[in-house]
């Protein structure tokens, strides 16, 4: 198990009320279940679910986020942006 940092940007800041959270997990998905899990507001999993994620600046993939954690990890929640 290892740290896993979750920064929240805009419209994902508001929906998790903070602007960082951390977990213990093994995967970078076991560590999204736990915050979801953390987050039980519909409101909340909606936004998750239509971010990007980049994980340790790595845009995520199934298989990256299934990887098993080698150390502490970052993940940027990025909510989609309206504008230009």
Sequence with gaps: MTQVTFNFWAGARAAAQTPSETV????????????????????????IRASSLLVDGISASEALLRRPLEGPTVVEVLPPFAGG
Excluded: I, Q
Excluded at 35 to 42: A, S, Y
């Design 24 to 47: 213990e997990a093994g995967t970078v998905a076991e560590a999204l279940d736990a915050v979801l899990t953390r987050h039980d507001e519909d409101r909340f999993t909606r936004v």
